[in-house]
């Protein structure tokens, strides 16, 4: 029976003619059957439209692509699509603050965590990026948007157990939104350069599902080391742009519409501080809105926030735009800034832990552990703003590595001190560099945007 099945599907393949190398063996006979279709006549000429790339499109490719002049700013559906990653957040840094406040964290235990917040880092960042390649007003493409939407949502319900009994529903979420955008999308491009992109991508989320579902259904430690690998290659195939045997990425298979994507990274921060106003603002009002240490430590978690945010605007996060329309090569600073966001909201999810931690014992002895996310939290954030400030004037101002320093410089003490102070010690720091900056930009014209040279 398989014998048949197979010499079916060959006699198929050989019928179909794309231009895939010879050698690619099963993977190019699956991308084969996924991409071809019968050809209606009338439907499948070039129709004289070009993409942003320039090239001509087919009459599917043209109504799924976006197309010269439409709106480059975000919609409501991306707004809606993001309500879901608040949730998640909030869900991935309560998992990390019960570990802690147990006093039973361990290193095997916090990079859990963290491997479940890039996973959701990964589905946001290629959802964005889909709204940006495709016109999110066709159907397909809001479908896809709903579909991560709900596959985000099961994830994050799933967090607390995911590597538990929940393993399977967080791995298959994950895995369904992937699977399902590129057996949408790469079909109807036939015709069109593009496609080779949108397989492109899906070739590795198809490679990845693998360790993601055997990871799922493994033992706890075989879970962890394969879950790793998986995201691992997610990642690297992210910041690569999807290389494959039949594509090599190019600036021009990956045009960029620099107010779009920009915005989108700054509500992802933005999302980002939601979720510690929404950490912090609950652990207050779990202790029934005491005075004293409480009330000090989620006034200290407030004046955080607001520095967080001025810190993150000031420059560089308002220029963004403008620096990736100056760049030679904007996929790769769009790229650049998206690991930079990723280690910057990786911060303020430590930061919203640390502080739900102060405020429900903000005196009395201080743990490393605790320490290492009040205080490890900032730092992450003053790393990943200093990446954006390169990525768009191709320099870091000092006060962000001597804040950083200091960060570094004075946890080993703070082993002395009880939870508030330490979150105090941070707070003085981001003032700090938010007073340095007012000072810079007092009197002098505005900076412009300088992104770095592309590389050699």
């Given amino acids: 029976m398989v014998t048949v099945g197979y010499l079916a599907l060959r006699c198929r393949l050989s019928a179909t003619q794309l231009p895939w190398p010879p050698d690619w063996g099963v993977g190019r006979g699956i991308l084969r059957v996924l991409t071809r279709r019968p050809v209606r006549r009338g439907t499948n000429t070039q129709i004289g439209q070009a993409d942003r790339s320039g090239r001509p499109m087919s009459t599917r490719a043209a109504a799924l692509l976006r197309k010269p002049g439409q709106p480059q700013r975000p919609s409501l559906l991306e707004l809606f699509f993001d309500l879901v990653f608040v949730f998640a957040l909030n869900r991935v840094s309560q998992r990390l603050v019960e570990e802690l406040t147990e006093r039973r964290i361990v290193l095997i235990e916090a990079g859990e965590t963290l491997l479940l917040l890039l996973a959701f880092m990964v589905l946001w960042f290629v959802t964005a990026w889909v709204t940006d390649l495709y016109d999110p007003q066709r159907p397909q493409v809001q479908l896809l948007v709903y579909t991560a939407m709900l596959g985000a949502l099961v994830m994050a319900v799933a967090v607390p157990n995911a590597f538990a009994d929940r393993s399977l529903a967080f791995a298959g979420a994950y895995v369904a939104v992937h699977i399902v955008r590129g057996l949408i999308i790469v079909p109807i491009l036939r015709g069109h350069d593009a496609q080779r992109r949108a397989a492109g991508v899906f070739f590795w989320f198809a490679l990845s599902a693998v360790p993601w579902l055997a990871g799922a259904i493994a033992t706890d430690q075989a879970r962890v080391l394969l879950w790793t690998l998986a995201i691992a290659i997610d990642g690297a195939a992210l910041v690569l742009f999807y290389p494959t045997p039949w594509s090599r990425p190019t ?121 290492l996310v009040v205080l490890g939290g900032p730092m992450l954030f003053l790393i990943g703003r200093a990446l954006v400030e390169h990525a768009v004037f191709d320099r870091v101002s000092r006060s962000r590595i001597i804040g950083a320093a200091v960060i570094a410089g004075a946890s080993p003490f703070m082993i002395l001190l009880p939870p508030l102070a330490v979150a105090g010690t941070a707070v003085v720091v981001l003032a700090g560099i938010a007073a340095s900056d007012a000072i810079h930009a007092s009197g002098k014209p505005p900076e412009r945007p300088h992104p770095p040279h592309p590389r050699q």
Avoid: C, K
Avoid at 280 to 296: C, L, R, V
Avoid at 347 to 358: K, R, S, T
């Fill in 251 to 371: 600036p021009r298979q990956w045009p960029v519409l620099a107010e779009y994507l920009s915005e989108r990274y700054r509500q992802f921060f933005i999302i980002a501080l939601g979720e510690l106003i929404l950490t912090t603002g609950s652990a207050y009002s779990d202790t029934s809105f005491q005075h004293g240490g409480p009330a000090a430590a989620f006034a200290v978690s407030f004046i955080t926030t607001v520095l967080l945010f001025r810190v993150y605007l000031f420059r560089a996060g308002q220029l963004l735009p403008e620096a990736i329309r100056a760049s030679a090569e904007p996929a790769h600073l769009i790229r650049d800034a998206f690991l930079a966001h990723v280690l910057m909201v990786v911060g303020i999810v430590v930061v919203a832990v640390g502080y739900e931690i102060v405020i429900e014992h903000p005196f009395g002895p201080t743990n490393g552990a605790w320490i």
